[in-house]
C-alpha cells in the first residue's frame, strides 16, 4: 500500500460519520423558489441538476478518484421528500449508543427552521403511512414484517457495462431518440414518456455539469499546488473529469471515475436501498487494464492505486441513517455495495482474468467494510481463483463472500431472463440475485417466520399484545396432527403475505407517481427505450423480493413439536404453551430436553431438514409468481441483514428452547450452536431447500481459525466450497475469528476498534454491533470447535 | 495361524456372522498348503490377497459382509488429520494397549459404558447419561460414511477408521472396508498395528492408507508403558512395507517418555531401513483428554506430564529428516 492509500485510508476510517444539511437545504431551496408546471419527473431532475449545481466540491489531499455525497467524508446527506427526520429523530441519531451519527447543531438549527416546516406533510414515509391499512399497521407493530420502502427508495440494482460504452452525451443521444420514436396516436402513455424522457436528459447532463465543476476546481488546485508531482496528478485528474462522464472512457482511470461520479449521481438523486453497486468489476475493468498496460500507458501499481482509492470512496460513504423499526432491521452503517469478480462471461466462458487476481489483493490489504465483496464461483472457474480468496477469507474479516454462479444464472433463467443477462448477473446487497444493468429488483421487507407460527399457535392472535392479527385458524390444542398444524400455519403464512403484498403495491404506486428516479433510469436498460421510470417499472426486469426470516428456528421449533408432542408424545400441546408462556421458568428440563435431546436442523438429519423444506414450500406457495404493480413477478429469499435480531426481540419463547427475546436463526444457517455434526452437515441440510427456486440464501459458516491453519484445512475449505455449490447452495461466508477474541473484545472495545467480523450477508465492527448480535456471533464462533 | 486369527478377532462376531467366514478361510486353508512349498512367500501373499478378493466378492457374501456389526463410538465428519482431503472419521472401540497418555479413554474397552455428561444452560448444568459405544450393522456404518461421498469425491477424501484400535474388530473392519471400497471410497485405517499378522493381512487390500503408530522402539518400554510389547507392532510394520502400501507413520512426542534420542533414532532406523515411510507425522502430546478423563470417573495417568516445546518439536523433526524421512509436525501439512 503506497504512503497515500495509507493515509487516506486512515482518513477514512477516522473520520466521523456525521449528518449534513447540504442536500435537504439545496432540495427545499429549489422547492421554494421554483413554482412550475412541470411534471413531476422533470420537476425532480431539476432539483436533481440544482443540487449537483450547487453542493460544495470536496476534493481531499492526495486524492486520485473525486466526488463526495455531501461536502466532506463521512458526512451524511438526508433526503427529507422520503423520509423527514423530526429533531428528535436528529437528537436519537446523534446520541444512540450503536451506529450513531454526529448531528451538528447547526443542522439542528436548519432542521428546524428550514426543512422541517418546509417538508411535513409532503413526505412520502407520510404518504406510505396514510395509504396503509389498519391490517398492516397491525401486522408491522406486532413485528411480522418490515418495510424496506418507508424510509428510503427502492433501489437494489446494480451497474451493467453500459457507461463504459457510452458517456452521457451518447446516452442523451439515446434518449432524444427515444422521444423521436414516442407514437403519440398509439400510445396513451406517450405524453408522460415524453416527460420521463425529458427529466431523464436533463440528469444527464446535470451529471455532465457535476463532473466539469470537479475539472474547474481541480485545475484551480493545480494553480496554487506547489508540489511539482502533485501539480501534474491535478491536471490529469482534471483531464479526466473533462472527459467522463461526458464521453465514454478511454483509460482505465477514467472508467473508475466514470463510475464514481454516476455512484454518487445515484446516492444523491435518492436514497436507494443499497446505495449502488459497481457490480461485475474485474470484466468491467479489464478492457481499460489491458489496453493501458499494452501501450504502456498504465501499471500495474498504479491500476492497484487506483483501485485502493476507488475502495476508499465507498468507506467514505456510511448508509443513509435509518431510524425506529427500519435501524433495527439493518443496524449498520454498510451501505451494500458487493464488488463481484469471478464468474462467467456473457458467452459462457470464465471470467477470472488478470485484474480480478489484483482487485483480490486489493480486497486483502484494504480490509474495508465497505465496499463488500465477493467471489463467484463457477465450476468453469480455475482451482487457483477460489484459493486464492480462501487465502483471503482465511484472514477473518469475513470477506470475500462466496457466491455459486452457476445457481445464480439458473434462478435467473428460470425467473425467465435471457441467458446472456442472466450470465451478466450475479449478487449484490447480503446475497440477492439479480440482472446487472437490466433488473429492478426490489426487497421490500423481511417476513418473520417464526412469529407468524407463535400466531398460529395462538389462534390468530399476538401473544404479547393479546390483539388478533391473523386469523383464527384454532386453538393449538386442537390440531390433532402435525400436518392439521402445518395447515393452519400455510394458511396464516398467506395471509400476511397478501397484507404485504397489497401494502406493497401501494407502496410501490407512490414511488412510481411521486418519487420517480430519472438519474437512475438512465443507467438501467430498457428504461429510456421503454419512456419509463426505473420506480414505474422501466427496467428489462422487475422483481419483487419478500425476504423470509428465522428458518432455522422454525424449523427447529416444528421438529421438537412434531417429536415431543405427535411422535414421542412426551409433552402436550398445553404443557409446552404453559412453558412458552412462563418464558420456560419451572419448565427447565423440558427445555435441556428441546435444546439437547431434539433433532435440529443444520445437521444433516432428514427428521429435522424435512421440516425445512415444507417452511420453505409454505413460504414460497403464498408469494412467488404473484404480480407486482410494475408488471413483474414477486419471489421470495432467505436472508436477514439484522432483522433476526429485531424479529427475535417481538417473538416470545419458542418450543426449540429458545428464550423470549432472543434472536433468531439467520438466513438458512442453523440456529446458533444447533449444529454439531460439522461443516458437511450445515451445508448438506442447506442444500435440501431448493435454492434455484429463490433470488438468494444466505448461509453464514463459522470456522475457527485452526481448521484453516494448514495448506491442507485451506484446501479443504475450498472442496467444502466447491461441494455446496454441485449441491445448487447459493452462498456462503465464513467467519473465521476465535471466540476468545470475541470475548475479549467485548470486555475491551478499545483494543479491537479494528476488528471486523460477519454478520449476516455483511461483515461489519464488532464494535457496532448491539450486545445481542455481539454474543450471538461469539455464541455462534464459540461452537465452532468440533 | 488362522485358527489364532479368527479366535483372536472374533471378540464381537456372533456364532451367525461367522458361518459365511468360515466357509472362505477354508478355502484359504487349501491354497495355503497347495502353494505355500512352491512358491515363494511374497508370491503367495499377492495370490492369496488376489483369491481373497476373488472368491469373497460374490453376491452372497456382499449380504452377510453388511449384517456384520461392530461397535463404534463417534463418527466425525469433516477431518483433517486422518488423510487426504475431506474425512469421515470412524471411531471404533477397543484396544489391547493402555498408553499412558491416551486421548481416548472411552475407546479402551469394547464394551458400551455409561458416562455422565453435563449440559450447560444458562449457567445452571443439567447432568444426563450418555452412553457411550453403539453397535451397528455395517451397512449402516456404510450410509453414514456415504452422507459425506460427495465432499470426498470432490476433495479425494475418504474415510479413516481409528479408535481404539480398530483391528482389534478386523472381521467388521474388512467387512466395512471392503463396502466402502465397492462404492469407490478412499479408505484409511489408524492402527497400532498390534495383533496377529492375520488380522492386518485381511485389511490390506482394502486400505489404501495406513496411519500407523510407532510409539517405543524397545518393546520393554512398550510394555511398560502401553501394556504390551511391540514384537507384533514391527512385524506387521514389515508387511505393509512388503505389501507396499502408501502410510503415515505417527508418533507420539510424550515427554520423558517417546522423545529419548534413543527412542527417535530407534524409530528412524527401523523406518529408514524399511522404506515405508511416505511421511512421518510427529504428534505432539497434549491435555485436551482430561476432561474425557473425568467423565470416566478415571485419573489421567499422563497429567503430569508437559506438552513438548515447539522448539523441541523442530528438533525432533530434525533428527527425522537426517534419516531422510518427510516428517511433519502435528500431522497435516
Ligand atoms: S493405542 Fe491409542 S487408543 Fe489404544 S490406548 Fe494407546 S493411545 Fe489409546
Known sequence: MTERITRLRTESLNAINSISDERALLLTEFYQATETACSIPVTRAMAFQYILEHKSICINPGELIVGERGPAIKAVPTYPEVCLHSLEDLRILNSREKVPYHVPESVMHSYELTVIPYWKGKTQRERIFAKLDDSWKAAYNAGIFTEFQEQRAPGHTVNGNKIYHKGMLDIIEDIRAAKEKLDYFNDPHALAKADELEAMEITAAA?????????????ALAATETDVIRKDELLAMAK????????KPETFHEALQYYWFVHVGVVTELNPWDSFNPGRLDQHLFPFYQAGLADGS???????????????KFNNHPAPPKVGVTARESGTYTDFALINVGGVKADGSDAVNDLTYVILDVIEEMRLLQPSSMVQVSKKNPERFVHRAARIIKTGFGQPSVFNTDAIIQQLIRQGKAVEDARNGGASGCVETGAFGTESYILTGYFNLVKIFEVTLHNGADPRTGKLIGLQTGTAESFTSFDDLLQAYAKQVQHFADIKIKGNNIIEQLYATYIPAPFLSLLIEDCIGNGTDYNAGGARYNTNYIQGVGLGTLTDILTSVKYHVYDKKSYTMQQILAAIGADFAGYENMRVDFVYKTPKYGNDD???????????????N???????TKGGTYRINLLPTTCHVYFGSVTLATPDGRKAGEPLSEGISPVQGADTQGPTGVVKSAAKLDHIRTGGTLLNQKFTPHLLETEAGLKNLVHLIRSYFRMDGHHIQFNVVSAATLREAQQHPEKYRDLIVRVAGYSDYFNDLSPELQNEIIRRTEHGDF | MLALRYSHSNIETTAFQLA?????????????????????????????RYLFSQLVCTETMQKDLKDITGVIFDIKRYTLHDGPGIRTTVFMKGCPMRCTWCQNPESCRMLS??????????????????????????????????????????????????????????VFLTAILRLCKMQLIHTAIDTTGYGPAGNLEAVLPYTDLFLYDLKLIDTNEHRQYTGVGNESVIENLKLIARAGKFTYIRVPI???????????????????????AARVDLLPFHKAAEKKYKRLHQEFPAAHIEPPTHERMEEIKSLFESYHLPAIIGGVQ
Not at chain 1, 622 to 628: E, F, I, L, Q, Y
Not at chain 2, 255 to 276: S, W, Y
Open chain 1, 207 to 219: 451529471l455532465i455539469t457535476f463532473g466539469q465543476r470537479h475539472a474547474d476546481s481541480l485545475e
Open chain 1, 240 to 247: 479526466v473529469c473533462r472527459r467522463v462522464p461526458a464521453h
Open chain 1, 298 to 312: 498504465l501499471t500495474e501499481d498504479f491500476a492497484r492505486e487506483l483501485l485502493q482509492a476507488f475502495w476508499v
Open chain 1, 606 to 620: 432428514d427428521y429435522a431438514d424435512a421440516q425445512a423444506i415444507q417452511i420453505f414450500e409454505i413460504f414460497y
Open chain 1, 622 to 628: 403464498a408469494v412467488n409468481g404473484r404480480p407486482t
Open chain 2, 20 to 48: 459365511p467366514i468360515r466357509i472362505y478361510s477354508l478355502r484359504i486353508k487349501y491354497f495355503h498348503s497347495f502353494f505355500h512349498i512352491s512358491f515363494s512367500f511374497c508370491l503367495f501373499l499377492s495370490l492369496r
Open chain 2, 113 to 170: 459404558e455409561t458416562v455422565t455428561n453435563e449440559l450447560p444452560l444458562d449457567g445452571a448444568v443439567y447432568e444426563t447419561e450418555e452412553v457411550i459405544g453403539r453397535r451397528l450393522a455395517a451397512k449402516d456404518l456404510l450410509q453414514e460414511i456415504l452422507r459425506d461421498s460427495l465432499f470426498m469425491e470432490q476433495s479425494n477424501g475418504g474415510v479413516t477408521f481409528s479408535g481404539g484400535e480398530p483391528l482389534v474388530q478386523s
Open chain 2, 254 to 276: 510424550v515427554p520423558g517418555i517417546t522423545d529419548t534420542e534413543k527412542n527417535l533414532h530407534g524409530i528412524a532406523e527401523l523406518l529408514a531401513q524399511l522404506h515405508v
